[in-house]
């Protein structure tokens, strides 16, 4: 199993937890804040681009006020550090995909150390852009019953989505990032930074001149994965309802 603090962030927080280390485990961090358990992929696809080594694919959506949802097509592989080998289930920098926590480990030796690999999802990977893409509607489905209230159409979300694909095609969702960030490697950073800067081009064209996108002047990364809900009420001063559904739901 994966064990991950709900609020920690950066890599520094996560424990892969087995029959050996069990009992520890439970001691450190019992009673000690709120966690997410994870099953453990066992078999996570191995890449050629990631050079043996376990990886997870980084993509980003956006979602507006009235639900209409965006995936970018393209997207950044984060790889660990060493070479993976499922004997080993101790070694973080074996196990772990996490950008900031492989800076850690690498300091500054990292100049032929590729720990973020931009790729365009649907040439390169087409199956796994599909069922990546059908998660984050599901993701979206999931989330309208405690969004129906929202303060304008226009408003909007970014998030920096993270999914793991294993060896046999499957794909699964680790986490959800708001305000996801969007910071260079090493060895990649002159095709990262300009990745990003198209990202944040499209994502402002997309948000912000919408209209002068509709119209046809620009090419845009972003691609439409749901439609507007009909459910969704615009009201500044009712939001609260979003967290009182939220709250009854969890109770």
């Not at 001691?27 to 050079?51: D, H, M």
């Not at 199956?127 to 909007?156: C, N």
């Not at 499209?202 to 948000?207: A, E, P, R, S, Y």
Request: aromatic fraction near 12%; glycine fraction near 8%.
């Amino acid at each position: 199993m994966c064990l991950k603090s709900s609020r920690g962030n950066g890599g520094g927080d996560v424990w892969i937890i087995n029959r050996n280390n069990f009992s520890e485990m439970k001691e450190q961090v019992l009673f000690k804040g709120k966690f997410v358990l994870q099953k453990y992929i066992t078999n996570p696809l191995l890449l050629p681009l990631a050079k043996g080594a376990k990886s997870h694919f980084r993509l980003f959506g956006v979602l507006k006020g009235d639900m209409t949802s965006y995936l970018y097509t393209g997207g950044c592989i984060l790889r660990a550090k060493e070479p993976y080998k499922m004997s080993d289930s101790t070694d973080a920098a074996m196990h772990l995909t996490n950008l900031s926590l492989n800076k850690q480990f690498l300091g500054k030796k990292c100049s032929n150390f590729s720990a973020q690999i931009p790729v365009n999802l649907p040439i390169e990977f087409p199956l796994l852009w599909t069922k990546m893409r059908g998660l984050w509607i599901d993701l979206i489905e999931a989330t309208k019953p405690f969004m129906s209230v929202q303060y304008s159409a226009k408003h909007f979300e970014f998030f920096g989505l993270d999914f793991l694909a294993d060896c046999e095609q499957n794909v699964w969702l680790l986490e959800v990032n708001r305000i996801p960030g969007l910071a260079n490697s090493c060895a990649e950073s002159q095709a990262e930074e300009v990745f990003f800067g198209r990202l944040v081009h499209d994502l402002v064209h997309l948000t912000v001149f919408s209209k002068w996108e509709e119209e046809g002047k620009s090419e845009n990364g972003f691609v439409q994965t749901t439609e507007a809900s009909d459910g969704v009420v615009m009201d500044k001063n009712m939001r609260w309802k979003n967290i009182a559904n939220f709250l009854a739901h969890c109770k």
